[in-house]
């Protein structure tokens, strides 16, 4: 069946918040042509670091390979002066690197993996995917790489609207990253720019979120919020806020912000920050990331 902008738009438009969803391809994938080898299984020990000099693309079992982009080293940055979309840059709390890309999907993207309790890991451009394809040699750089606290790993490819995947030849290649993603057992999911804005309430608490990341507690603070996490049972933002600073709201707030900032705390961002707001302690991810090849 022939794919046009039109049924496109259609799937797009009748998509849910993309955090809710239980499964790792957005409708919008649909639009891809599917590339899924049924004989090979998704496992991650696909994965090989390779020893010594690397083996020529179709040479033994090498069917894809995925070099691993480090901004200011020895690989030329992704994103560089003169590109056409505004460019952004931090150094993340969360990774301990330097987060940067370039449109305003990409960093509403970034800034919420950076706050977002579910996300355990991140990198924005974090590697170059390199395949043969009928027509010669394909190079694919994904937009970011995401690990969940559950161990799921995402590709992403940040699109502004459903026309951004009009081109098939575009369309052919995304479908063949994914496939690689899927044999690697990763998930690849492609986000428009209002799935990933998302409500008022979600852009107002990531906003507040993000600028409280690298506040400081104080001891008394600090104590009260290893309590709470030892506890590990949910508590209301009033009563967390009234115990952190009983006779500050405006601190007690500021502190509960910093804790959902830096994963200590988590909770629904699509809905707004009241006093009834459940939080859930959670505990730091541990070992080594996934996506740290």
Known sequence: MKTTASHIKQRASRSVSPWQRSSSILPAINALPVRADPTQRPSISRLRRPVGQWLPLGRSSVSARIVVLQHGGHQRPVIHRGSKHLRFRFASTKTKTTQLGEGKGEEALAHYNEVATEVADYECHPYQFEFQRPCGFTRYRPDCVRVFRDGRVEVIEVK??????????????????????????????????????????????????????????????????????????????????????????????????????????????????????????????????????
């Open 160 to 293: 502004r609207t459903a026309t951004d995947l009009d081109d098939p030849d575009d369309r052919e290649r995304l479908a063949l990253a994914a496939e690689i993603c899927r044999q690697c057992g990763w998930g690849f999911r492609i986000l428009f720019l209002n799935d990933i804005l998302g409500s008022c309430a979600r852009q107002l608490n990531v906003a507040a979120l993000y600028t409280r990341r690298s506040m400081q507690l104080s001891r008394d603070e600090e104590r009260v919020a290893s309590h709470i996490i030892a506890n590990s049972a949910p508590i209301t933002w009033g009563e967390l806020r009234d115990r952190l600073a009983p006779n500050d709201p405006l601190q007690g707030d500021a502190a509960i912000e910093r804790l959902l900032a830096r994963g200590m705390l988590s909770t629904d961002l699509d809905l707004k920050f009241t006093p009834v707001t459940l939080l859930f302690p959670t505990h730091p991810s541990v070992g080594v990331s996934e996506i740290r090849l």
